[in-house]
Nanobody
């Protein structure tokens, strides 16, 4: 009933940029915090950046100053602008959103399917 679909991943050279998008759809009543997480091979999934419905942002230290999270509440979409990419940014990037639906006022976390970002020359 709720889907999150990411797009924008790919292969980029070190120092390059990518912009990820994640659109939520379905029987949505309200979307609270949205965020981006990433998981490199053999590692745990870590928070990259989050943004509340009011626009308050939090970033991981490793991406502070290089990545920018934003959202368009009218489109139920969250973005991640990634600049000055390094090979250490290589991972599968997932979006997450805390959502209530018209069927339930209990908020649940929903995840996207992930999009691969590879930084290599």
């Amino acid at each position: 009933q709720v889907q999150l679909v990411e797009s924008g991943g790919g292969l980029v050279q070190p120092g390059g940029s990518l912009r990820l998008s994640c659109a939520a759809s379905g029987n949505i009543f309200n979307i609270y915090t949205m965020g981006w997480y990433r998981q490199a091979p053999g590692k745990q999934r870590d928070m990259v950046a989050t943004i509340t419905s009011a626009g308050t942002t939090v970033y991981a230290d490793s991406v502070q100053g290089r990545f920018t999270i934003s959202r368009d509440n009218a489109k139920n979409t969250v973005y991640l602008q990634m600049n000055s990419l390094t090979p250490e940014d290589t991972a599968v990037y997932y979006c997450k959103a805390r959502i209530t639906t018209h069927q339930s006022m209990v908020a649940y976390d929903y995840w996207g399917q992930g999009t691969q970002v590879t930084v290599a020359s």
